[in-house]
């Protein structure tokens, strides 16, 4: 029997290469059993010891490019968020356009008063129909290997018990829900903490089953940092225009005029996000990795 070699994850510890969990990854990205099972043996074969986390998406990511470049583009949904930045402010607003998506109205950077003191809030968002009005604080990472901690979570606690604890008759906006929403994973203090606590979480594996990329999935929102037929100058353009998310580019074509695309490059594009938006909801009946 082969032993499998250790690899190195994003965060520098290490652990052995689970040709299962790859595969596991591909099906979430919508690659059909037999296409993730092949691609899972291609890549078994040529990994060495102490190759990278990173080396090995970026073989499994331009084999199931070959394949179809929506389904790479979603493969790619979690390095694409990390793109995002430098600065929060895009991801910020990629979250708030989640969540319009998704039947909420939302203003950015919303200064809420609370008991002691007034805070500004990364966004507020109020869904009338089913009665809840939330505010969220956002934390932005660009690094694959950061984890949201504790000292965040009890952070973000003490601002959101500061809110809630103003009297509801001064308070300038209705609220019943705070949310701590992150691009990367939480550490396992912050989640014992937070359901413990009564934080709320959206991260990229959390909640099992309403993670932010199960989230994003169901409701077809994804980054423009994710389109494989654009390169990264071209995504920083856009970012920089304020065009955030793919399907944005459906509904105005015009918001690639500034990158000077070649009519067929344009069509090979448009192509690629008809395809990301047709995908069906990720199967999440299977692990999160």
């Not at 990367?184 to 934080?199: D, L, N």
């Not at 979480?201 to 654009?230: E, I, Q």
Request: net charge neutral.
């Amino acid at each position: 029997m082969t032993t499998l070699p250790a690899i190195v994850k994003a965060d520098g510890t290490k652990e052995i290469f689970d040709p299962a969990r790859l595969e596991v990854s591909l099906r979430r990205a919508g690659a059909g059993e037999h296409t993730a099972r092949r691609i899972a043996e291609m890549i078994t074969g040529t990994v060495v010891p102490d190759a990278t986390s990173k080396e090995i998406y970026a073989r499994a990511f331009a084999l199931l490019r070959r394949t179809a470049r929506p389904l790479a583009a979603r493969y790619a949904l979690r390095r694409a968020l990390l793109e995002l930045g430098p600065s929060g402010h895009p991801f910020e607003d990629f979250i708030s356009h989640l969540y319009r998506a998704e039947g909420w109205q939302v203003e950015t950077r919303k200064i809420i008063r609370g008991k002691c003191v007034s805070h500004e809030v990364d966004f507020y968002a109020s869904h009338k129909e089913q009665n809840e009005f939330l505010a969220a604080e956002l934390k932005y990472h660009n690094d694959p290997g950061y984890k949201t901690d504790l000292k965040v979570a009890l952070y973000v606690k003490s601002r959101f018990d500061d809110i809630f604890a103003c009297d509801p008759s001064v308070r300038t906006c209705p609220l019943n829900r705070g949310i701590l929403v992150t691009n990367t994973k939480f550490t396992s203090e912050a989640i014992a903490y937070a359901e413990c606590s009564g934080v709320e979480l959206l991260g990229w594996g959390y909640p099992v089953n309403d993670s932010l990329f199960a989230r994003m999935s169901r409701a077809a929102v994804y980054p423009v940092t994710a389109l494989t037929g654009l390169s990264r100058a071209e995504k920083r353009l856009l970012i920089e225009r304020g065009i955030i998310a793919a399907d944005e580019l459906l509904r105005d074509r015009r918001a690639l005029d500034p990158i000077h695309l070649s009519s067929g490059r344009v069509g090979e594009l448009l192509a690629e996000i008809d395809g990301l938006l047709a995908l069906s909801p990720a199967p999440y009946d299977i692990v999160s990795v």
